[in-house]
């Protein structure tokens, strides 16, 4: 089978910019919920028994997030089958989203909150929803159990990097 659909480099640029870890939305979602105190895993595994990675994982408040690829993930909006052995594609991609719902039910049974956001989203609203989600878990986990904590007390002071030039008269 290999030769025939890779032929097409449409079809490779697609698997190529879907396939790889660390794709330029991943990075961009990392950078921006790193920046905005949150502290994650990246590609882990949320549940040791559940054979599933998700791209990141906030273990203390228990939420998987997944950024979807449109491509092979099958986004409604930009999901286009490659026109080279379509059935190959639209079957593979068929199983993929089968196999992500899946791995949702299974987490989601195993007490995670699973958020799933496509590569196509804005960077900026799905971290602004992620830090929502974590902060009215831990939300919550304050009004169970009465513990004083501070909501945000992984946000961390920006650190002071301008040094003030001394003054030669
Ligand atoms: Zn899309």
């Not at 997944?66 to 593979?92: L, M, T, V």
């Not at 039910?105 to 929502?132: K, M």
């Not at 945000?152 to 002071?157: I, K, S, T, V």
Request: aromatic residues 8%; contains cysteine.
């Amino acid at each position: 089978m290999s030769g025939s659909w890779a032929s097409d480099p449409r079809t490779r640029t697609a698997m190529r910019g879907n396939r790889s870890r660390d794709t330029a939305p991943e990075l961009a979602v990392r950078r921006l919920a790193h920046a905005a105190g949150l502290r994650y895993l990246v590609d882990a595994r949320p549940e040791a028994a559940i054979n599933r990675r998700a791209d990141l994982v906030f273990r203390g408040p228990r939420i998987a997030v997944f950024i979807d690829g449109c491509f092979w993930h099958g986004c409604s909006e930009h999901h286009r089958a490659p026109q080279r052995n379509s059935d190959y594609w639209s079957n593979k991609v068929a199983r993929n989203i089968a196999r992500d719902r899946d791995t949702t039910a299974r987490l989601t049974e195993a007490g995670w909150t699973v958020l799933r956001y496509w590569e196509h989203q804005s960077p900026d609203y799905i971290v602004t929803d992620i830090r929502s989600a974590v902060l009215s878990v831990r939300g919550r986990r304050l009004g169970e159990t009465g513990i004083q904590e501070i909501a945000e007390d992984e946000q961390r002071e920006p650190e002071e990097h301008e040094s003030k030039p001394e003054q030669q008269e």
